[in-house]
């Protein structure tokens, strides 16, 4: 069973007002907020991290995203149901991910670069990234998932 150890509102609330800052600059960036849900929700199964799943489910859900795309998203490359820039997306999110295991090579940039500009690239490296911190946050912490509401953060 999991048991909270750091809450956040036990710490100081200046903590995190960067990272807060970045999410803003993310969902102002103009990229697709389904598909950033997407990634994040991606990172956050490979990861592990139970609350950023439930926080990135939820959040798909409320901006139309379908529970077939969200439960098959752990076999995206095998399912037909997203398109060639999720997919370039995608791969290039697991290629940030797993970069301790696999080098990110120029395959993955090329075709990331058919369907993102530069300043595209930079914020979904920025939003890659981003999740992979607040995955690790979450887990060291240990926040119980289940009770986020979409908009809470």
């Given at each position: 069973?999991?048991?909270?150890?750091?809450?956040?509102?036990?710490?100081?609330?200046?903590?995190?007002?960067?990272?807060?800052?970045?999410?803003?600059?993310?969902?102002?960036?103009?990229?697709?907020?389904?598909?950033?849900e997407?990634?994040?929700?991606?990172?956050?199964?490979?990861?592990?991290?139970?609350?950023?799943?439930?926080m990135?489910?939820?959040?798909?859900?409320?901006?139309?995203?379908?529970?077939?795309?969200?439960?098959?998203?752990?076999?995206?490359?095998?399912?037909?149901?997203?398109?060639?820039?999720?997919r370039?997306?995608?791969?290039?999110?697991?290629?940030?991910?797993?970069?301790?295991?696999?080098?990110?090579?120029?395959?993955?940039?090329?075709?990331?670069?058919?369907?993102?500009?530069?300043?595209?690239?930079?914020?979904?490296?920025?939003?890659?990234?981003?999740?992979?911190?607040?995955?690790?946050?979450?887990?060291?912490?240990?926040?119980?998932?289940?009770?986020?509401?979409?908009?809470?953060?």
């Amino acid at each position: 069973m999991m048991t909270e150890r750091i809450s956040f509102v036990e710490l100081d609330s200046k903590l995190f007002d960067g990272m807060n800052r970045t999410e803003m600059y993310l969902k102002k960036s103009g990229l697709d907020l389904k598909l950033l849900e997407l990634i994040k929700y991606r990172v956050s199964q490979i990861n592990g991290c139970a609350f950023c799943l439930d926080m990135h489910h939820k959040e798909a859900i409320h901006m139309g995203e379908s529970e077939l795309r969200l439960h098959s998203l752990a076999a995206w490359k095998e399912c037909p149901f997203y398109d060639e820039k999720e997919r370039a997306a995608l791969a290039f999110a697991e290629t940030l991910t797993l970069a301790a295991r696999q080098e990110a090579g120029d395959e993955v940039f090329d075709e990331l670069a058919r369907h993102f500009s530069k300043q595209e690239i930079a914020s979904l490296t920025l939003a890659v990234t981003q999740i992979n911190a607040w995955n690790r946050i979450n887990k060291a912490f240990g926040t119980i998932p289940g009770a986020y509401q979409v908009g809470q953060y």
